[in-house]
């Protein structure tokens, strides 16, 4: 599975787009992107993915270049429960699927 | 259920102790996994289930631990003989679908050998 690169730690003022990055510049033409964070204490939670369109759900949006190795997460309006790890992932949509590293994640700070 | 329930919450352990931690996914959902989260860290693969089937167990990182899922739902992943260096959280998801919606967690549990 292809391998991701994220930034340790963003911060972001309350209110404002919060904008997490993520490289996956070996990604395969049938894996997907996911994202899911992570508050203390307890797991990961999705929040969004995509294949090769943008996209959007009540929770954040899903830029994915044209190019597919890189994409953006996009919280709209940061709040302060938003401060959370980010992971930005790569899987297939069959049996390998679920075996991917989440690596460290992005620490987003959402401050008041 | 509403959501992936995991027992115990927290889980002491004396060293050489062997361990249950119990995982009941959403109703329905096919696929589970275990994924161990040290300290600090983001969660690593340890074992995959569809249904009762082990498809993957390349995560496991010794013969001491151990999975199963007899009847497709309900999980237990084992650890014997444990060791300091088996703490850590540890998290079970499950998936209605593989790979294509996400999966969804429970709280893990956290295992503290003394």
């Known amino acids: 599975d292809a391998k991701t690169t994220q930034p340790t730690s963003m911060d972001c003022a309350e209110g404002r787009a919060a904008n997490l990055p993520c490289n996956h510049s070996t990604i395969s033409g049938n894996e997907y992107v996911y994202w899911y964070r992570q508050i203390h204490s307890q797991g990961p939670q999705y929040i969004i993915h995509g294949l090769k369109n943008n996209e959007t759900n009540e929770m954040a949006s899903l830029i994915i270049t044209e190019d597919r190795k890189s994409s953006t997460l996009i919280l709209p309006h940061a709040t302060l429960r938003d401060t959370a790890v980010y992971y930005c992932i790569v899987e297939r949509g069959d049996t390998n699927a679920g075996k991917s590293t989440f690596g460290d994640g992005t620490t987003l700070t959402v401050k008041p | 259920g509403a959501g992936v329930s995991q027992s115990p919450r927290y889980k002491v352990a004396k060293r050489g102790q062997d361990v249950a931690l119990r995982c009941d996914p959403i109703?329905?959902?096919?696929?589970l996994f275990w994924y161990q989260q040290a300290l600090g860290q983001g969660p690593e693969f340890l074992t995959y289930f569809q249904n009762e089937a082990q498809l993957d167990k390349s995560g496991l990182p010794s013969d001491r631990f151990f999975a199963e899922r007899p009847e497709g739902s309900v999980s237990t992943l084992k650890i014997q003989r444990t060791q300091q260096e088996d703490s850590a959280v540890y998290l079970c998801a499950s998936s209605l679908v593989l790979g294509i919606y996400g999966y969804t967690f429970g709280s893990g549990t956290r295992l503290t050998v003394v």
């Open positions: 109703s329905g959902h096919v696929s």
